[in-house]
């Protein structure tokens, strides 16, 4: 079945301390995107990935990371998380095609609180 | 920077009713593509339509079908013979060919259906 998979799905943390979320696509896209989705704001894209090796910053890059490595995988880092990081994560991955805007298909989401 | 406004945070339809959702966005493009993405209570993200914007002919899925005026930068989903398993959240998107595959999307409308 094809599908992008994100762990963990709910995570409770304390400031400071270091977190991954895990993202992974079995579809063979190149481009991957992190979303964070916050009340009255909608999704704001944080980084995205044209392919590996090869990342750039989205709307609201601050206070994460990313890395390409594989293909299929795409974790995101929170090095020093802080409550205002709290938030619903979502993973989305797309074909790159030119000329052409793709539909992404979207993980399940995690909901990370950070106390 | 493209903006994508969704100006009905809440909206309520009775089952077997008509109910459509507003959306407008601003941009310098003349090429793109419009979305609506649905998120149920699940929080999982499922695409309703989709929408080139070189294509005058409006879009249509089933019982969703959108109205496009590219003059007035407006794109409505309008949802026929609603059912109890379209109320959702409800985000409008805009995707951009010229930093591929970059998306914008809207605040969401919630929309709630009466039996």
């Known amino acids: 079945e094809a599908q992008v998979t994100q762990n963990p799905r709910y995570l409770i943390t304390v400031t400071g301390k270091k977190l991954t979320v895990t993202c992974s696509q079995n579809?063979?896209?190149?481009?991957m995107s992190w979303y964070r989705q916050d009340p009255g704001l909608g999704l704001r894209q944080i980084y995205y990935?044209?392919?590996?090796?090869?990342?750039d910053k989205g709307d609201v890059p601050e206070g994460y990371k990313v890395s390409r490595k594989e293909k299929r995988n795409f974790p995101l880092i929170l090095e020093s998380p802080s409550p205002n990081q709290t938030s619903l994560y979502f993973c989305a991955s797309s074909y790159l095609t030119s000329g052409r805007s793709n539909e992404q298909y979207f993980g399940p989401g995690t909901r990370l609180t950070v106390t | 920077a493209q903006t994508v406004t969704q100006s009905q945070p809440e909206m309520s339809v009775q089952e077997a009713e008509t109910v459509t959702l507003s959306c407008t966005y601003d941009t310098s493009e003349s090429d793109y593509y419009l979305f609506w993405y649905k998120q149920p209570p699940s929080r999982q993200m499922i695409l309703v339509i989709r929408q080139e914007a070189y294509k005058q002919q409006n879009a249509t899925e089933n019982r969703f079908s959108v109205n496009f005026q590219k003059a007035a930068k407006s794109f409505s989903l309008k949802i026929s013979d609603s059912q109890l398993g379209d109320a959702a959240m409800y985000f409008c998107a805009y995707g951009t060919l010229y930093n591929f595959n970059k998306f914008y999307f809207g605040s969401g409308t919630k929309l709630n259906v009466k039996p």
């Open positions: 579809m063979n896209h190149e481009y």
């Open positions: 990935s044209m392919n590996v090796e090869v990342t």
